[in-house]
Every structure is written in structure tokens, then in C-alpha cells.
T-cell receptor, first 116, second 112 residues
Framework: DAGVIQSPRHEVTEMGQEVTLRCKPISGHDYLFWYRQTMMRGLELLIYFNNNVPIDDSGMPEDRFSAKMPNASFSTLKIQPSEPRDSAVYFC??????????????FGPGTRLTVT | GENVEQHPSTLSVQEGDSAVIKCTYSDSASNYFPWYKQELGKRPQLIIDIRSNVGEKKDQRIAVTLNKTAKHFSLHITETQPEDSAVYFCAAVVGSARQLTFGSGTQLTVLP
């Protein structure tokens, strides 16, 4: 199993540009989570999906952030327009309800986003 | 919603000594408490977890204890080694929800 795959691993962009982060969950996993990690705020849950359906997006900071999961093997997190305060490491994680322990989340390697 | 507080934020111990990290949670409906280890520049990885119907769980040099009455849980690492140096996060899950609420993290440094 390749684990959770994220791309790109590093992204540097200018303020105002659109940024798209990508995630491929572990095959067979039915939950997908997007997190943001910063020194100031720690690990924050942004949104999570169950069977491709968004369940809770209360952590999405602003309308500039949007996330989609068009199928079971792919999800995107988009920031438009990006701002310097969006600079962070963005993690994608997945889990499977019938896998023990049922709540274990497997994290991807993260995307380090820098907005200048 | 759930709130998880974690202490201390930094911890330095001598190699071979024990380390203890403590977390408290607010929602009495929380029923699953994992601990994640994150090495510098790497992803968080689950190292141990405990459910609300268990008071203690051990896995080699690490153990987790849970006090439901006081709503706190702790990570214990014995015979620490330099490779234990990392940031450790506690987390809690409320009821049947799937989302983790993380503590703020503890930077553990094991001094050789």
C-alpha cells in the first residue's frame, strides 16, 4: 500500500494566485480529512468527507477555501485568492470505518505552502 | 465542541529517564484518545491509542493512562532514547464522530 499521497510536496506562490492541493487516500478508505498545521494554531481540521460527501466544513477558515472529492480516490483543496497568512503545511489523512482501530487516521506527507 | 489541552509544551529529559505528557479534554462523550508522534518535517503517525472503556494500555516503552472521571489522559515513555525526540500530539474523538481534536503538542527532546 502506497499510503496517502499528496501533491505537490512544496508550493511557493504569490499573493492573489490560486493554489490547488491534491490528495489520493489509501484505497478502500471511506473517510478523508484535510488539516492545516502552523506553529501558532497547531493542527486544525479544515474539512472531512465520508464516501466522497463533505460532512463537516466548519473548520474552513474563509470562502477563499474550498474542497472537493469527485471520487473515492481523489480530493482537492483550493485556495483562491491565496494570502500570506495561508502559509502552512497542509495534511490530508484517510481512515476506514471497518479497519481496527476504526478511528485511526493515516496522514499523507503534507504540502508545504508558502505564499509571498 | 471538544477542547483538548496539552502540557507541557516543551520537555527535555536525559536519555534513559522517563517522560510524561498530560492532556485534558472537555467533552465527557469523548471515547477514543490517540497519541501521534511527529518528527521534524514528517507526518504525524499514530503511536498508541486508548478507548474510554480501558484505563491503561502499554506497548513496549510507551503507555497511556486514562482517567474518565477527571477527564485527563497521559502518555508515558520509559527508558527514553534520542530517537524519541519529536513533537507528540494527543487527540480526542467525541462519540461516533470521526474528527480528531488535537492538543497543541509537546516538543520532547531527549538529551544524550
Amino acid at each position: 500500500d502506497a499510503g496517502v499521497i499528496q501533491s505537490p510536496r512544496h508550493e511557493v506562490t504569490e499573493m492573489g494566485q490560486e493554489v490547488t492541493l491534491r490528495c489520493k487516500p489509501i484505497s478502500g478508505h471511506d473517510y478523508l480529512f484535510w488539516y492545516r498545521q502552523t506553529m501558532m494554531r497547531g493542527l486544525e481540521l479544515l474539512i472531512y468527507f465520508n464516501n466522497n460527501v463533505p460532512i463537516d466544513d466548519s473548520g474552513m477558515p474563509e470562502d477563499r477555501f474550498s474542497a472537493k472529492m469527485p471520487n473515492a480516490s481523489f480530493s482537492t483543496l483550493k485556495i483562491q485568492p491565496s494570502e500570506p497568512r495561508d502559509s502552512a503545511v497542509y495534511f490530508c489523512a484517510s481512515s476506514q470505518i471497518f479497519r481496527a482501530p476504526a478511528y485511526e487516521q493515516y496522514f499523507g506527507p503534507g504540502t508545504r505552502l508558502t505564499v509571498t | 465542541g471538544e477542547n483538548v489541552e496539552q502540557h507541557p509544551s516543551t520537555l527535555s529529559v536525559q536519555e534513559g529517564d522517563s517522560a510524561v505528557i498530560k492532556c485534558t479534554y472537555s467533552d465527557s462523550a469523548s471515547n477514543y484518545f490517540p497519541w501521534y508522534k511527529q518528527e521534524l518535517g514528517k507526518r504525524p503517525q499514530l503511536i498508541i491509542d486508548i478507548r474510554s472503556n480501558v484505563g491503561e494500555k502499554k506497548d513496549q516503552r510507551i503507555a497511556v493512562t486514562l482517567n474518565k472521571t477527571a477527564k485527563h489522559f497521559s502518555l508515558h515513555i520509559t527508558e527514553t532514547q534520542p530517537e524519541d525526540s519529536a513533537v507528540y500530539f494527543c487527540a480526542a474523538v467525541v462519540g461516533s464522530a470521526r474528527q480528531l481534536t488535537f492538543g497543541s503538542g509537546t516538543q520532547l527532546t531527549v538529551l544524550p
